[in-house]
């Protein structure tokens, strides 16, 4: 029989216009009642400006996840994803293990290739976003890392690039996570590729887990049970109006088993 699928909550942080300022007692209120209703997980996206360009009301990802890591007990702490260009490989492997130490080894470390180009250069990392293929053999490189330094510590990366994306997934990853689709079929074909790339390399792929993340309303008909058929084992959810204690209440009665 398939175990019922685990649901993680993404928290408001600002990168949405999500939050009044840095509201981070708002974030705490969040994560704690979240922990309270048998949510597995909490997550923050790692983004350091809004969607236009504002940085001001946006909170850090890894700076607020470590705060966090004092104000909860056991729900797990992931980012949907870090962006393997914000951080040296090294560097990030230590705050993952900061974090760690901090909060009873509850990271969920999260990883993609990255995509805001206006956010990367307003931060002054480069003058352009580099090209994906640059983009993706940095983030293999930075897997290299983390995999050596982490060791069996859970490593998530995101994306559904079928020749690349998946690949390092089989290779270096205990999770992957794909994205924006309610659509089972969607699902179900990103995991044979998933498998096949295990195949490949000789890998087990039930040792991954398989996770989809998306944006939840209360209308929204989403058939939970039939994607979890088409293969995913854990949802983790940005529901709206994402600061609302009663839409995160309302959810998990419906959805998450405590």
């Not at 797990?76 to 993952?96: F, K």
């Not at 290739?113 to 090209?131: I, S």
């Not at 060791?151 to 690039?161: D, E």
């Amino acid at each position: 029989m398939r175990e019922p699928p685990r649901f993680g909550i993404v928290l408001p942080q600002g990168w949405r216009g999500d939050l009044d300022g840095r509201d981070f007692e708002a974030v705490v209120r969040l994560a704690r009642r979240a922990e309270e209703l048998g949510f597995d997980s909490v997550w923050l996206y790692d983004h350091l400006q809004t969607r236009d360009g504002d940085p001001e009301p946006v909170l850090e990802c890894w700076t607020t996840l470590a705060a966090l890591a004092r104000e909860t007990a056991r729900v797990r702490l992931g980012q949907i994803v870090t962006c393997a260009l914000y951080r040296n490989p090294g560097l990030l492997a230590q705050m993952a293990s900061t974090v760690d130490a901090a909060s009873g080894d509850r990271v969920f470390l999260g990883i993609g290739a990255g995509w805001d180009e206006r956010e990367y250069v307003d931060f002054g990392y480069a003058d352009a976003l580099p090209p994906v293929r640059a983009r993706l053999g940095h983030l293999e490189q930075t897997l290299v890392t983390l995999r050596a330094r982490r060791g069996a510590r859970p490593i998530l990366v995101g994306g559904a690039g079928e020749k690349v994306l998946l690949r390092l997934v089989a290779q270096y990853a205990d999770a992957c996570n794909l994205t924006d689709s309610f659509d089972p079929a969607f699902y179900r074909h990103k995991l044979d590729v998933l498998r096949a790339h295990c195949h490949a390399i000789g890998r087990d792929e039930r040792e991954i887990l398989k996770t989809a993340s998306f944006t939840v309303r209360e209308d929204d008909d989403v058939d939970f049970d039939a994607i979890a058929a088409a293969g995913i084992e854990y949802f983790i959810v940005y529901l709206e109006p994402p600061a609302d204690l009663g839409v995160l209440e309302r959810f998990a009665q419906r959805h998450v088993t405590p």
